[in-house]
């Protein structure tokens, strides 16, 4: 199994065999990837993540062998041969494929048939059967020919609908050549024509995209659609119709009838819906892949101001700190129906003077273009600079009402809560996105499509990377993003802060050991990623693990510096004539765990999310008339999908850069060219008022 593995995923033998045992002992995929690269040769968190993938289901595919094989021998069914053929299965469908004939079934025609004692005359018809044309009467054993005949017909047709080869085979050609259709139902209204594209739509399963797959679902699902697998069989019936072309004209017509009639009643509508499951789980891959990757960067160190637009009940505003702590909550009224703009502006003046805002963060609801307008006319007259920006709101109203923001915050009511959400996400997205279901994200494309559970444990992996890839202020960190680190579940997460609140901060890694429940091994698993800043002890703020400590402390001795150094220009300096396989060599350490060490010294507590692009503030608006085609603007991006990004560029309505128009080489996929949070510079390609629509183009014009 072990070796199968490492094949499928290139890779050594010893790297699969390392990763199953480390696992085997409770090491987490991040700790792996961070804190035994010497054991794994250097594997990353995704190659982990295929290994262990691939591992179970190797292992559920040996579990499902064994169980079929003990039924086989149950029934007293199993010969050689099935034996082999189960052992040289490679799926789990192959498993199934083969196991079909025996597998326990509801009272059907060929059952009923086989009751009625004629199997044997299915037999004769096939030429499976020693008896000859005389002993028809005795085989039906009294059943007239023509009642029996629709029964051996049934068996005749489900034995061959059975054959695991030719299903393998029909599933492969239908792969190959067929097609998936779509039609709108008669009768039905579709009033914002949604799926109108899909109206007469036709495209071949070998080529069709994943985000067409799941709009084509929506559409059935909603009963807009009819969505059918097409395929020619011609060539496929001719095919396995030849096999009886050798028996006399009044079986070979018996047996064709029988076996085309179970084609179209039953073998290939158990394909077709196998064919449609494979795209969907392949659809949803993607989906739940571009879901995941929409995670965007941080602005740390800020004052911010929240606000959640709204018509009739008032934009509600928060003010939250540096660290994200609520000084303020409220609620004012610039938008209709009171349209109170003095009344809101008074607001904004006494909190620009109450305290040092540099940022205010606007929901993209409901309300959220009119609600920025006013701020941008507010702005005008602010006796100091402050910025704005237009945050995906998505799940703050899902957050405001949940357990979490009820423990978190007691004393708000829901939608204050929903304020100081999205004034946090400016500050940290992903401490916050943590507390909110993957399907009330609003990134990606189809995410209520897929499936949920699969939807939220590709959030959790690209979380857990990132938390671990980051590391946390164990002092700052709430319960919820607690949950995420290495070796920590709920129970330790929730012990953490309770432990905070009742002693005070952490000042040391070895303190976070005292914690109720957290045993020796979650301690080993999460320390290198809880950080303590401005502790008592310099380390504790790096990314190096406490078993390391004295490999650092040996490092620092060995080019003439000590703890205090660590962080100054004077070491950066230092560091960088320091040659990490010479040091490796000398104390006795693996490369890799040298070169980690020597970027902590040089850098220690340093986010790795520094190096992304900052998210755009403004401080005016436009309107949709005013654009022209041709126009140039810098814009963030808002959401990736398959088919392109949408681009926010201060007006009113996203631009979506067809993916065509992202690059002037070939993209196989968005993602390769930009990413959620991205600052670019776009071109006004088409306006169309009435619709709201905005196309730009990345590539500029005239090139």
């Not at 035994?36 to 579990?63: F, H, P, W």
Request: glycine share 6%.
């Amino acid at each position: 199994m072990i070796t199968k593995v490492a094949k499928a995923l290139n890779l050594k033998v010893n790297q699969v065999e390392t990763v199953q045992q480390l696992a085997s002992e409770g090491a987490t995929i991040p700790f792996m990837a961070r804190y035994r690269k010497e054991m794994t040769g250097n594997l990353d968190e995704v190659e982990i993540k295929a290994i262990l993938d691939a591992l179970q289901y190797e292992e559920s595919l040996q579990k499902r062998k064994t169980d079929v094989l003990a039924k086989l021998e149950e029934l007293e069914k199993n010969t050689p041969e099935l034996t082999k053929a189960l052992e040289a299965a490679t799926t789990l469908q192959q498993v199934e494929d083969i196991y079909l004939p025996y597998r326990p079934k509801r009272r059907t025609k060929a059952e009923q048939g086989r009751e009625k004692g004629l199997q044997p005359l299915a037999d004769w018809f096939r030429d499976k059967s020693p008896y000859s044309t005389d002993v028809v009467e005795e085989l039906s054993k009294g059943v007239a020919l023509e009642e029996a005949l629709p029964l051996v017909h049934a068996i005749i047709g489900e034995e061959w609908g059975e054959e695991a080869k030719l299903r393998q085979m029909l599933r492969d050609r239908v792969r190959k050549e067929g097609l998936l259709r779509s039609k709108k139902k008669k009768q039905v209204e579709d009033e914002k024509e949604i799926f109108a594209q899909y109206y007469e739509y036709e495209e071949k399963i070998a080529g069709i995209v994943p985000h067409r797959v799941l709009a084509l679902n929506r559409g059935e699902r909603t009963d807009v659609l009819q969505v059918k697998v097409i395929f020619d069989e011609t060539r496929f019936m001719d095919q396995a119709l030849r096999t009886y072309e050798r028996l006399p004209k009044e079986k070979r017509e018996v047996v064709e009838a029988a076996v085309t009639e179970a084609y179209k009643k039953s073998v290939f509508p158990a394909i077709e819906r196998e064919i449609r499951g494979e795209l969907t789980d392949k659809a949803e891959e993607q989906a739940i892949d571009v879901f995941s990757k929409n995670l965007i960067p941080p602005l740390r160190e800020v004052v911010v101001l929240g606000i959640d637009p709204a018509y009739r009940t008032g934009c509600k505003w928060a003010v939250v700190n540096e660290i994200g702590k609520v000084e303020e909550v409220g609620v004012f009224y610039p938008t209709a129906p009171k349209h109170d703009i003095d009344g809101a502006e008074k607001v904004l003046t006494r909190l620009a003077k109450k305290y040092p805002i540099s940022v205010i963060v606007v929901g993209n609801g409901t309300a959220s273009r009119e609600t920025e307008q006013f701020v941008a006319d507010w702005l005008k007259k602010a006796e100091r600079e402050i910025a704005y920006a237009i945050v995906n709101e998505a799940g703050a109203s899902v957050y405001s009402a949940s357990e979490v923001a009820r423990s978190e915050f007691p004393d708000l009511k829901v939608e204050e809560r929903s304020a100081v959400s999205i004034a946090r996400r400016i500050q940290d997205a992903m401490a916050e996105l943590v507390k909110v279901d993957p399907q009330s994200v609003g990134v990606g494309q189809y995410q209520h499509d897929v499936s949920q559970n699969k939807l939220k444990a590709s959030l959790e992996f690209v979380v857990e990377s990132v938390v671990n890839m980051v590391g946390i202020d164990v002092n700052r960190a709430s319960e919820s993003l607690l949950t995420y680190v290495s070796g920590l579940n709920k129970t330790t997460a929730k012990n953490i802060v309770a432990y905070r609140e009742e002693n005070g901060r952490f000042e040391t890694r070895k303190e976070i050991k005292k914690v109720p429940r957290l045993g020796a091994k979650a301690f080993e698993q999460a320390a290198g990623f809880l950080r303590i800043m401005n502790g008592k002890d310099v380390l504790d703020q790096t990314e190096i693990h406490p078993e390391s400590y004295s490999l650092a402390l040996s490092i620092l001795k060995e080019i003439g510096s000590s703890k205090a150094e660590v962080g100054t220009a004077a070491l950066r300096e230092r560091l960088q004539q320091v040659d990490a396989n010479v040091l490796s060599e000398r104390l006795d350490a693996g490369v890799p765990t040298v070169e980690d060490i020597l970027k902590s010294l040089a850098k220690p507590g340093r986010d790795p999310r520094e190096d992304i692009q900052k998210p755009l503030l403004r401080t005016d608006v436009m309107s949709l008339e005013d654009l022209q085609v041709g126009m140039e603007f810098q814009g963030t991006v808002r959401n990736v999908i398959d088919f392109g990004a949408f681009v926010d560029i201060g007006v009113k309505q996203d631009g979506l850069v067809h993916i065509s128009k992202l690059s002037n080489r070939y993209v196989k996929h968005p993602l390769d060219v930009v990413a959620v949070g991205d600052i670019v510079t776009v071109w006004i390609e088409q306006v169309d008022v009435n619709r709201g629509r905005i196309s730009l183009t990345m590539l500029e014009p005239n090139t």
